[in-house]
């Protein structure tokens, strides 16, 4: 859904980029572009030129655009390389938030670009301790006096972009985490928590709870 909010009489709209329109982007002041890692051709062409899309309207109907702290790129079609350069210099500004995305736009000539920030999700406050144990005891989770607990990401779609149809770096993935998780639990005597990154009932491919439940 679409959300509106307002400040000094000004009007922002704040909505998932996929969801954005032409009549939107025409009522808002301001775009904030928060994709994440969906500007670059790593999920496909059309992936990429449907990420762009938006933006590129923005551009048109010069409206402010902020890209704010994320990873962007690669680009190695020529097509999507020239959109990026295109709508990347008529930015207010683009943020990277780590060092490949900051030389691979600096590298494609982009002027827009600004310094290194850190992924806005460390602008978010802690919550209190007690909250933790709190959810913890809910979870079933113990903490033992002395012992590690680690927390481990993994991932059920990385392996599928590197392109590899016969599945032996799927297998090879999963015997790395295997071997992982062996050595903290049996070397390390740590207590592991399987923090799926992505979820959801429509596409398992996608699915991280499916890769923990695996491991």
Request: charged share 30%; with cysteine.
């Amino acid at each position: 859904k679409e959300c509106l909010a307002r400040s000094k009489g000004n009007k922002y709209i704040i909505s998932p980029l996929k969801r954005l329109n032409l009549k939107s982007i025409k009522k808002s002041d301001l775009i904030i572009d928060v994709s994440g890692d969906m500007l670059s051709d790593d999920y496909g062409i059309l992936s990429a030129y449907g990420s762009f899309k938006n933006l590129f309207l923005a551009t048109a109907l010069k409206k402010p655009i902020i890209i704010f702290p994320q990873s962007m790129g690669p680009f190695n079609n020529k097509i999507t390389k020239t959109i990026a350069k295109f709508v990347f210099n008529r930015c207010k500004i683009v943020i990277p938030r780590e060092r490949v995305t900051y030389n691979l736009l600096k590298n494609l000539g982009v002027k827009t670009l600004s310094k290194i920030i850190d992924d806005s999700a460390f602008l978010l406050k802690p919550i209190p301790k007690r909250e933790i144990k709190k959810i913890m005891k809910e979870e079933g989770i113990k903490e033992e006096k002395g012992k590690l607990l680690i927390g481990l990401s993994l991932s059920q779609s990385i392996v599928r972009f590197s392109k590899d149809k016969s599945y032996k770096k799927y297998e090879e993935y999963v015997s790395k985490m295997v071997k992982l998780v062996n050595y903290l639990t049996e070397k390390k005597k740590a207590n592991l928590i399987f923090i799926p990154h992505v979820g959801g009932e429509e596409n398992k491919i996608n699915d991280d709870r499916v890769m923990c439940n695996l491991i």
